[in-house]
């Protein structure tokens, strides 16, 4: 009876030695900011997956893993049963393998993840990847040649980028807006137009005539009207072109310019000509003082 307690003793020891050993070489700090919310009420799948609080261990910039040990590494991190150190030990694996071979480490590791996993590894792929080289990993993007996949990982990538460089994650994708969906387009002009309204409509004003040109306006209207709803209500009678798009934006301008000044957006609807899209704004100023009154 004696000897099995110490067997089981060794056995205990050698497990906690085993995980501490795989965690001083897996874990780094992960840091990822939260998404821009949505314009006009529309879901919108957030470009950062949430990480746990980084470990105390880090991982120097010398220590950096072989590439061959990777698969193995992977494996062993997938099967950790506590989320929160499964999802510490991914992060900080998959930050390092993006940083010595993103592409390998996209071929590889979502196939080795599994259905329930495989979404978030190549998330965190993709995005490393972009905070790390962001003009690679737009090429890459843009040049995968299946249209479904290509459109998820143009939004993993951009998405991004424009975290912190709005700008340049437009710049990086304004020659392929053949190969861009409007929502993403839309999407980063908002993000654009948060931190500087002036660059958001300098970029969105030079687009050609399309789907993409006609969602950036409407985003662009909606953060204007957060500041000045009457400049941004002008902006989109003469900006949008009739339709869908120019009610769609109305409506969620004259909500916001309803809420400071109730008078002067009811004024402003009644300026349009009876239809479709006076009914509509009319209807939304109506509601917004049921709601406030």
């Known amino acids: 009876m004696h000897n099995r307690q110490l067997s089981a003793l060794s056995l205990t020891a050698a497990a906690c030695i085993s995980l501490s050993i795989f965690w001083c070489e897996l874990s780094r700090p992960?840091?990822?900011?939260?998404?821009?919310?949505?314009?006009?009420?529309?879901?919108?799948?957030?470009?950062?997956?949430?990480?746990?609080?980084?470990?105390?261990?880090?991982?120097?910039?010398s220590e950096i893993l072989p590439k061959e040990g990777f698969g193995q590494s992977l494996s062993t991190a997938l099967n950790i049963q506590d989320p929160f150190e499964r999802d510490q030990a991914l992060a900080a694996l998959l930050r390092r393998w993006a940083e010595l071979d993103p592409e390998e480490a996209l071929r590889t590791a979502p196939n080795l993840a599994g259905p329930e996993l495989r979404d978030q590894v190549t998330r965190q792929l993709t995005q490393g990847w972009a905070?790390?080289?962001?003009?690679?990993?737009?090429?890459w993007a843009l040049a995968l040649p299946d249209p479904t996949e290509r459109n998820?990982?143009?939004?993993?990538?951009?998405?991004?980028?424009a975290e912190v460089q709005p700008l340049r994650a437009l710049d990086l994708i304004k020659n392929?807006?053949?190969?861009?969906?409007?929502?993403?387009?839309?999407?980063?002009?908002?993000?654009?137009?948060?931190?500087?309204?002036?660059?958001?409509h300098a970029w969105t004003s030079a687009l050609p005539p399309g789907n993409s040109r006609q969602e950036a306006l409407q985003r662009l209207a909606f953060v204007w009207s957060q500041t000045d709803p009457e400049k941004s209500a002008d902006f989109v009678v003469?900006?949008?072109?009739?339709g869908p798009g120019q009610t769609e934006a109305a409506v969620a301008v004259i909500h916001q310019w309803a809420l400071r000044d109730w008078p002067g957006a009811k004024a402003w609807a009644r300026q349009f000509p009876d239809g479709p899209l006076r009914d509509r704004v009319e209807a939304e100023v109506s509601g917004v003082n049921d709601t406030t009154n």
Request: aromatic share 4%.
């Open 131 to 139: 905070s790390q080289d962001p003009e690679r990993a737009a090429q």
């Open 238 to 242: 003469q900006q949008i072109a009739p």
């Open 30 to 61: 992960t840091v990822l900011p939260s998404p821009v919310s949505p314009a006009f009420g529309r879901h919108f799948e957030p470009s950062v997956i949430s990480t746990p609080e980084p470990s105390s261990v880090t991982l120097k910039d």
């Open 152 to 161: 998820r990982m143009m939004d993993f990538v951009f998405s991004k980028i």
């Open 176 to 200: 392929a807006l053949d190969k861009a969906q409007p929502a993403l387009i839309g999407n980063l002009v908002q993000q654009l137009a948060a931190d500087d309204l002036s660059a958001a």
